[in-house]
């Protein structure tokens, strides 16, 4: 176990301050590993945190930072973003559990959500490791923002930061009940961090302050952070014998490294990690064989790191280039694969990537002869009409059309057959989205060219949806 809250407070306090009167000391992340509390109160997990759909620990928990880790900005495509998507909801949805851990506020966060192609995690942690949420209502933790008021003075952070021109505020948003976040020019921020340290000392206040991106300078309650927050919710599942059987944590600047300290995490640090990420591994992380530098940028360095510690396939759907070959004679199939293989192919084709025939050819082979679809509007159609339209070429190319699964959750109904609901989102070129709900029936048909067969599609408009006009085929 670890210290008593009041200790770790003291021994963090105590070691940044030796970290940062160190020579090689260049960056303001402190060099404590995350430690359990005595004062956290591990209530249960609420439903809301989306876990009923397995029972058990999660094969494998995922705990990754958004911008620059999850989300390469200067990838318009979201080519890797969109692979690891297909991967997750292919592979590890049904049974493992993902964790978004952002410096961004509840705002910037659902801002971010509307502008990419972002899976509904599990939980979110925002706000630099101050705020907790779960399932897709956001459920906040309030067992976790109690602990945090302990000690902490957000009157004071606001007072004695003022005295520091080299600091100017973040925007409102950005400000929350346990975080006060600053901009600062790289070269003043050893400085400010270690006389605002000792101020903030001076009034009885014990503060994390960390240093990310080159240009962002959080002053959080003590005992938050990334890496805390992740040790608080590890704790909390293992007391409800929910603990992961293997977590790996991502991330890219200044905030995550606390991520790479919790014991027992794997970690990956991806390509385009940030400088203060790379100085703090050099001073602290090389001697842990847990944390890689990946090669690959943002979701690529993580579905990299899966393979790299073995932690579970690694073939994002995406990867594989040809998907209108047959099956090899299998005595089982993977619904939530086969879906996922599905809308990557109608993506492709939608793209003008993948010749409509093709398509066609293996719907045929996979819609049951007397099945229908029915649409969001409402409409039903056979699929035999609707293989029609496609033929008919009802929709113009556009190649900047995605498509994606997300929330795909399984229910085997009988024997052979399976019940996959999920949501299906659809962007344009111009950026615009439209998603519904799916429920799909699948049986297994092991004679067949592709070892299974689709029975019945229905879909609805997710809310906020049915207005736009543009085709919706498949
Ligand atoms: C995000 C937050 C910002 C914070 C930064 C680094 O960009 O919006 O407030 O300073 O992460 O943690
Ligand atoms: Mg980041």
């Not at 880790?69 to 909801?89: G, I, P």
């Not at 410096?103 to 599990?122: A, F, I, M, N």
């Not at 006060?180 to 903030?200: C, K, P």
């Not at 050819?361 to 056979?382: A, F, N, Q, T």
Request: aromatic fraction near 8%.
């Amino acid at each position: 176990m670890g210290y008593a809250a009041q200790d770790s407070a003291r021994v963090v306090t105590r070691e940044m301050r030796r970290g940062l009167s160190s020579p090689a000391y260049n960056c303001a992340i402190s060099p404590f590993s995350c430690t359990l509390s005595p004062h956290w109160t591990l209530a249960p997990l609420p439903r809301a945190a989306a876990m009923d759909r397995f029972s058990g620990s999660p094969r494998l928990m995922i705990v990754s930072d958004l911008d620059h880790t999850m989300v390469d900005h200067h990838d318009e495509e979201n080519a890797s973003l969109l692979r690891f998507n297909a991967l997750w909801e292919s592979e590890y949805r049904h049974d493992s559990l993902l964790v978004f851990s952002t410096g961004r506020s509840p705002t910037l966060y659902k801002q971010l959500r509307r502008e990419k192609p972002l899976l509904t995690p599990d939980i979110t942690i925002m706000s630099v490791g101050t705020e907790i949420a779960y399932g897709e209502a956001m459920a906040v933790d309030e067992g976790w923002e109690e602990y945090l008021n302990r000690g902490w003075d957000r009157n004071i952070v606001v007072q004695e930061t003022a005295r520091f021109p080299q600091l100017s505020l973040q925007p409102e948003t950005e400000q929350r009940p346990h975080k006060v976040s600053f901009y600062v020019q790289e070269g003043d921020a050893e400085a400010v961090t270690r006389a605002l340290l000792l101020s903030l000392e001076n009034h009885g206040l014990d503060v994390k302050i960390i240093y990310s991106g080159g240009q962002d300078l959080d002053v959080l309650a003590k005992g938050a952070g990334k890496g805390q927050a992740l040790a608080y919710l590890l704790n909390k599942l293992k007391a409800s014998g929910r603990a992961p059987l293997n977590t790996l944590a991502c991330g890219d600047s200044g905030n995550d490294a606390e991520l790479f300290t919790v014991p027992d995490v794997h970690g990956v640090m991806v390509k385009n990690a940030q400088k203060e990420l790379l100085q703090w591994y050099a001073d602290n992380g090389r001697s842990n064989p847990k944390l890689v530098h990946a090669s690959g940028r943002c979701a690529a360095g993580i579905i990299e790191a899966i393979g790299h510690f073995n932690l579970g396939p690694n073939l994002s759907p995406r990867d594989v280039a040809e998907l209108c070959a047959e099956a090899q004679k299998k005595s089982s199939f993977s619904p939530g694969l086969e879906i996922v293989k599905l809308y990557v192919l109608y993506e492709r084709w939608l793209r003008g990537e993948e010749d409509s025939s093709r398509l066609a050819h293996v719907l045929k082979d996979i819609c049951y002869p007397s099945g229908s679809m029915v649409y969001p509007s409402g409409g039903e159609r056979s699929f035999e009409e609707a293989l029609y339209g496609l033929k008919g070429g009802e929709v113009a190319e556009d190649r900047g059309r995605r498509v994606w699964v997300d929330r795909l959750s399984l229910s085997e109904i009988c024997a052979d057959s399976w019940l996959a609901k999920f949501h299906k989102w659809e962007s344009y070129s111009g950026g615009e989205r439209r998603g519904c709900v799916v429920t799909a029936l699948l049986r297994a048909k092991p004679e067949s060219a592709r070892g299974f067969e689709l029975v019945h599609l229905h879909q609805t408009w997710l809310d906020g949806c049915a207005a736009s006009g543009a085709a919706w085929v498949f």
